[in-house]
């Protein structure tokens, strides 16, 4: 069960409040998503009165939710590695569940309308492939004319061949039963891919690494961020029970440099502060966490750079 959509529309968001734990990095800039995270949904839920495998009855059970990056029209080598992340999930999983804002094209949406290009590339996918879809109206708490909700679940419904428009509030944790309920009808059934303990497929090196990246994106400005990428270089688990983590910030250029570190070193003091915090939450110890800068040249440009970023075929 893949999650796409456009940038910024919340999906790690949804992944998140599914799966009940902080696996993939939120941040309010686009393009905050770079791979692919999986996350596993353990649990059950009420199906839909209208379910052919019973109404009303509760299903248990597991679902594989994957995590993508945004879909947008990609220039640089780092942002077309990201959109083919997302659009490769297609032929992965079983259905995929595209989400989309509610908020910003409310009063646009005529019945001539056209979907948006993001939406209409995934459709074309997902048509390609054979895979059916739910939408997802996320942000709807954002929808001040709270009419305008039925009719843009309508206008979805008629846009897209989805098997059903479902509205959320990711933050708020709302509508959440209603997506799961419209992916267990489409999901077939079979044994669980994970073990009942398993909450993704990527280790806690990556997930620290990502919450490094998440404290860049929230603190630097303009396009910083993008020319930024987080290797986590050692993990000493010490016999005391904590661990020594030492990660690199890697910029694009020089001049980046000395931003990153900030004056004084105020900035990377900052985000190695919030980002030791999180991480300690994450692995349930003391976290000791080193951070360094380094430049390489043009990482974000070239395959070579990309795939000494992390970016590359295999990362986990
Ligand atoms: N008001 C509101 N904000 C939301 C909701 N869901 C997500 N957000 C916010 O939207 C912003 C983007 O959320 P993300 O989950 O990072 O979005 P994404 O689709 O994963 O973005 P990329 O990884 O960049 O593609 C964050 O500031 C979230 O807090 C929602 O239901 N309502
Ligand atoms: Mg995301």
Known sequence: MA?????????????????????????????????????????EATLAADDPRGSGRTARG??????????????????????????????DVDAVLVVTEAHEKAAALSPSARLPEAESWILERLTAAGK????????????????QILPLIEWWGRAGKFSAVVPTCATRKKGLDGILQELLRLLPEGPPLYGPDVLTDRTQRFLAGELVREQLFLRLKQELPYATAVIVENWNERDKGDVVIDASIIVDRESQKAIVVGRGGA?????????????????GRTVHLRLNVRVEEGWTGSPAGLAEAGYGKDET
Do not use: Y
Not at 132 to 147: E, I, Q, R
Not at 267 to 283: P, Q, S, T
């Open 3 to 43: 999650i796409l959509g456009r940038p910024n529309v919340g999906k790690s968001t949804l992944l998140n409040a599914i799966v009940g734990e902080k696996l993939a990095i939120v941040t309010p800039k686009p393009q905050t998503t770079r791979n692919r995270i999986v996350g596993v949904w353990n649990g």
């Open 62 to 91: 597991q679902i594989v939710f994957v995590d993508t990056p945004g879909v947008h029209q990609a220039r640089s080598p780092l942002n077309r590695f990201m959109v083919r992340e997302a659009m490769g999930a297609i032929e």
């Open 132 to 147: 059916p879809a739910v939408l997802c109206l996320n942000k709807v708490d954002k929808v001040k004319d709270k009419g």
């Open 267 to 283: 900035m990377i003091r900052d985000v190695g502060m919030a980002a030791r915090k999180e991480i300690g939450e994450l692995v």
